[in-house]
Structure formats: C-alpha cells, structure tokens
C-alpha cells in the first residue's frame, strides 16, 4: 500500500471578467426586450412580464461580485445570452481540453514533475464537451502521457470525488501518479435569461497531481482520508441529453436544458448533510475541530460557507480558516474548493491539519482531510 499525497495544484483563469453591474445591465437590456416583445401577451395575462435583476440582491444573496467567462461578448449581448465560441474542427484540441492542459502542466510544475511521472488522467467535471471520445484520453494525449484516462460527472462534487478514486488507485498501486482535471464551462449549461440563477456560475479549470508519497519531489499534503456521499434529490437539475430528440417537446428551448435549481431549498436541505459529513468524517479520523488550521470549502453562496464554517468549527471561524474565493469568481462548481487550496495553502507548517470539502448537485458532498508533511 503506498500513502498517496497532492502534491501539486493549478488553475487556468479565463481573462474575460463579467462583473456584477455588467451582468446585470445586460440582463435588464433583455428584460425591456422581452416585456417590448411581449406586451400584448403580457397585457393580456398570457406571459409574465419579466423582472429587472440587482446588483445589490446579488451581492446580498450570494457574495459573489465578478466572474470570470471563456466568453463574455455572447453573454452581455441581449439577443444572444449565452458564451459564443468559435467553430473547431475535429482535429483541433477541444476548448475543454485545451483548458486542462494549462491547468495540469501548473500542477506538475508546482510538483516538479513531467508528463513521464503521470499514469492517469480523470476529468472531473459538471459537464463535458462531448460524451466521447473521453476528454481525459484526449489531455493524456495532448500532454504526451502514457498510460489511461476517464471522465466522471459529480457535480460540484466532482473534483472531491475525482481525488478519492486517484487516491485509492495510488494506495492499491494501480498507478504512480495521477492528474485529476476540473475544466467548468458552466456559462455554457447556466440559463442566462433566468435572474434568480444568472449571476452564479464562472468559468475555470484546476489540475491536482496525487502520487505516491514516495515519488513526491516538492513540499506535499498527506491525504489522510477521503469520504463521498450521495442521496437523491431533483433540486438542482439538468434534464439535457441524448434522448432528447426522442422526446416528443425534445428539440424545442426548453428551460429544463440548462441549470434549473430551487435554491432555498438547496441551501436549507443541503447544509445539515455536509456538516454532519464533514464533522463526522473528521471524528472518525481523530480530528477535532480545534485541529483543523483550515477549512477549503465548495464556493456557491458566502452565507452557506458561513454556516458550515461555525457549524464544524463551533465558532465564528477566524480570517483565514475558511478562506472565499466566490467574490471573484462565482461558482465554478467543482473548480471551487480546489481554487481555494490552490491560493490558501502555502503558509501551511508541517503538521497543519486542514480539510476540502463540496458539496451540490446529486445531492452529492466529498471531503479530504489533508496534513502537511
Ligand atoms: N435580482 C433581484 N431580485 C431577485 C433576483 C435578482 N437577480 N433573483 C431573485 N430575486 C428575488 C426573488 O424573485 C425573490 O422575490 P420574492 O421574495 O418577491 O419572491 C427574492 O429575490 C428572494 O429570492 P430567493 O429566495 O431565490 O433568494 P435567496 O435568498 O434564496 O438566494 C440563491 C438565492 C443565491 C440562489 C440561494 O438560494 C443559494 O445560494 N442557494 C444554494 C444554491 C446552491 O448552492 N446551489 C448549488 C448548485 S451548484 C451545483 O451543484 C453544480 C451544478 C452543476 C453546475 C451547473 C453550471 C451551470
């Protein structure tokens, strides 16, 4: 059995930033457009006329002040509201993959390794690009690494959950190293038209490099456990797939296509379930809350980081132990908690104790309980 250790990050941040009162001048240029369109309708109760958006609301309800976008001209153009991106052919690296490859060659340099290090690649994301050939095979490829590579779907869960299977197969010996990818392009399945979600989500990719302890080369973080949970849930949702041209409505702009959440009770369902997976992850490990330096949390709503934050902690947590990224850079679903270690780990002293944590769609929550060697 080998002790599998992360011992590198990366993140890819796309230059293009929407900032709250650029989202929301936009969406109200759409509003008037609409409720123009369709004021016979509207007059005549048919249609809902449509409500303008707020900077104010979003910064009060989420915490969230930019994000950042592969493309932002589609999503502020009124009649377009949504990414536009240019036509590839299939012989050109895909947008997804080619977000992975910045990504993983940050990791492996942070690590002090080379693509000849790496056996596997997992892309771990909330959606990918095509159903197949896999993305992963397609980074293996790009980056010259021999060996296997699979996609895999938890949600904003994804990356937790990405990092427990290269965890296992580096304990078992199934490979020596193993890049996990997270490339989000949620512009692309958010329903800009829709104000109670159009402000949530960004674009990003961050690579983790797990290996075998004994291989690492750089200052490193023990993975002291890992642990998944999923229980069924509908309220977050996307019902987009390959049946759908089977189905008799299947080709029409259904709202069901992109993300659909009912988010006050995500917030209200979602919450006890990862504090009680995170408290109790932690007490089966011999962790107590007065020994965790730092809590690395998925990054959807401020307020809901607040309440776990106290709730495992048993306090108001102090600046630093449960460090927000969310304010610039939204949701990036699965991205989240891992864009948060990447920037708050480095003041780490061997011994420190911390733990990523996220939660979402599914419902689904992963943790991973690290120590600094
Ligand atoms: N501007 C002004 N007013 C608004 C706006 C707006 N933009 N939006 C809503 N309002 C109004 C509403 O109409 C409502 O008015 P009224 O009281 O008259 O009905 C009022 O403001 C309050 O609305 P809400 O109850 O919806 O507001 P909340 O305080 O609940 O805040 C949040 C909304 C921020 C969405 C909050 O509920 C939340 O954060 N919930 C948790 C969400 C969450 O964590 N979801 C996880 C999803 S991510 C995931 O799992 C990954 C999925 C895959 C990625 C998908 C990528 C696209």
Known sequence: MHQPVISGTGVFTPSEIITNEELVEAFNAYVDLFNEENKAAIEAGEVEAKAYSSVDFIVAASGIHRRHAVDKSGILDPEVMHPLLRQRSDDEPSIMAEMAVDACNKALKSAGKTAADVDAVIVAASNHE?????????????????????????????ATF????????????????????????TTGHLEWRDRDCHFIFGDVCTATLVERKEDAAAEHFDIISTRCLTQFSNNIRNNN???R?????????????????????VFKEVLPIVA??????????????ADLRRMWLHQANKAMNDFIGKKVL?????????????QNYANTSSAGSIIAFSKYSDDFQSGDVGIICSFGAGYSVGSVIVRKA
């Open 130 to 158: 095509r159903p197949y050939p896999a993305i992963a095979i397609e980074v293996q490829d790009l980056l010259g690494i021999k060996g296997f590579g699979f996609d895999m779907n938890v949600a904003c869960s994804s």
């Open 162 to 185: 990405g990092i427990q299977a290269a965890a296992d197969m580096i304990r078992s010996g199934s490979a020596r190293a193993i890049l996990v990818v997270n490339p989000e392009i």
């Open 241 to 243: 797939g390959f049946l």
């Open 245 to 265: 041209r089977s189905r008799p409505d299947g080709v029409k702009d259904r709202r069901d296509m992109q993300f659909m959440q009912n988010g006050r009770k």
């Open 276 to 289: 009680r997976h995170m408290l109790g992850h932690m007490e089966d490990n011999g962790v107590a809350p």
């Open 314 to 326: 048993g306090r108001v947590p102090e600046a630093g132990e449960q460090p927000n990224i969310l």
